[in-house]
C-alpha cells in the first residue's frame, strides 16, 4: 500500500505492506485522512526528527477486513475513526470508529477535529442572549463560532488577521469581525467592549493575551488552541486574571468515552446541515502530501483544512 512517511527531509511515499488486523481490530481502506495543524508543526520541525514518522488521526475510511473477535461493524461500513494514517489502508479497533451518518459526504466526515471542537462547546457556558468573541478564525475556530451561536450566542465577534479567514467569518454568522493586528489588546476592549465569553483558537502567545483584555469579569476564556511554540510554555497576566475574576477553560479532551460521544454528536450535526465545513474543506491526493503541507504552512489563501484522499 502506499504510505506518507515524514523524514528529516521532508514526505517520502514509500510501498508498505497492507497490515493484518490483530485481536479485536478492524482495518480500514482510508477515504480520507484530515492534517491536523499539529502535524503541520510536526513538519515545521522535521529537521530535528530522530525516526521517520507515519502521521495522521483524522481518519475516514471504509472496514475492510475484521480480526478475530472485532465486533460491531461489517466489511463495507463507512466509519469516522479517532485514528487513521496518511496511508492506503490503517488499523483500528470498533471502539474508536463510528457509523457516517447516511447522506453525509464521505470526504466530509471529519470526525475527530468536530469532536475536539463539540467536547470544547460542552464547556463554553454561552447563554442566551451572551456575547461570545472567537480569537482565530481557522478551521477549529469557524467551527467553535457556529456551536457558540448555535448555543445561543446573541453577539459574536470574530477577532482574525488574515482577511479572507474575516470574510469566511462573515460567511459563517460572525456579526462583527476585526483585524486585532498592531493594536493593543486595550484598545480593541475599549472599542468592542467585553465579552461573556471568548474562546481562544489560534495557540500563540499574543491571541492568549488579547482574550485576556476581552473576557468580563466573571466571565469564561475557553483555550481551544494547541500552544506548541516555545515548548508550549506561556507567561499570562494573572493580575489581570485574578482581578476580573474569570473562569480559565481548557478546551481539550484525553477522555475517550467523551470523545466519542462529542464525535457522534458533531457527525448528526454534519448530517443535519446544522454545522457547515464543506468550504473550509480541501482535498489533495495523498500524492500530493508534500504540497499539502506547503500549502497549510504558508497559509494559501483559502485553505483551512486539508484532508489527504486515496484513488479508488
Not at 481562544?200 to 494547541?226: F, M, N, S, W
Not at 477553560?249 to 475517550?256: E, F, S
Amino acid at each position: 500500500m502506499l504510505a506518507a512517511i515524514l523524514t528529516r527531509d521532508g514526505f517520502q511515499l514509500v510501498d508498505q505492506p497492507v497490515p493484518t488486523p490483530g485481536p479485536g481490530q478492524i482495518r480500514n481502506r482510508t477515504v480520507a485522512c484530515g492534517i491536523c495543524e499539529g502535524d503541520v508543526y510536526h513538519y515545521r520541525m522535521r529537521g530535528s526528527l530522530d525516526h521517520e514518522s507515519l502521521l495522521g488521526h483524522e481518519g475516514i475510511g471504509v472496514v475492510d477486513a475484521l480480526g478475530p473477535d472485532a465486533q460491531g461493524f461489517a466489511v463495507g461500513d463507512l466509519v469516522a475513526s479517532l485514528g487513521g494514517t496518511y496511508s492506503a489502508y490503517y488499523l483500528t479497533t470498533p471502539g474508536a470508529c463510528l457509523p457516517v451518518p447516511a447522506g453525509l459526504d464521505p470526504t466530509l466526515a471529519l470526525g475527530e477535529p468536530v469532536a475536539c471542537c463539540v467536547h470544547a462547546a460542552g464547556r463554553f457556558g454561552v447563554r442566551p442572549g451572551d456575547r461570545v468573541a472567537v480569537v482565530g478564525c481557522g478551521f477549529m475556530g469557524l467551527i467553535c463560532m457556529q456551536l457558540a451561536r448555535r448555543q445561543g450566542a446573541e453577539h459574536v465577534c470574530a477577532l482574525e488577521p488574515i482577511p479572507w479567514r474575516r470574510e469566511m467569518a462573515r460567511t459563517l454568522g460572525a456579526d462583527v469581525t476585526v483585524d486585532p493586528q498592531g493594536v493593543e489588546g486595550q484598545r480593541v476592549a475599549a472599542d468592542l467592549g467585553e465579552y461573556d465569553v471568548v474562546i481562544e483558537a489560534t495557540g500563540v502567545p499574543d491571541a492568549l493575551d488579547l482574550c485576556g483584555d476581552l473576557v468580563k469579569q466573571h466571565g469564561r476564556l475557553i483555550i481551544v488552541g494547541y500552544h506548541q511554540t516555545q515548548g508550549g510554555q506561556r507567561t499570562v497576566n494573572m493580575q489581570q486574571w485574578n482581578f476580573k475574576a474569570i473562569d480559565i477553560v481548557n478546551g481539550h479532551v484525553r477522555r475517550h468515552d467523551e470523545k466519542m460521544e462529542a464525535m457522534r454528536l458533531g457527525l448528526d450535526l454534519l448530517a443535519s446541515g446544522e454545522l457547515t465545513i464543506a468550504p473550509l474543506v480541501t482535498p489533495y491526493d495523498l500524492s500530493q502530501v508534500a504540497q499539502a503541507f506547503h500549502d497549510l504552512e504558508t497559509r494559501k489563501p483559502g485553505l483551512y483544512k486539508a484532508t489527504l484522499t486515496m484513488q479508488a
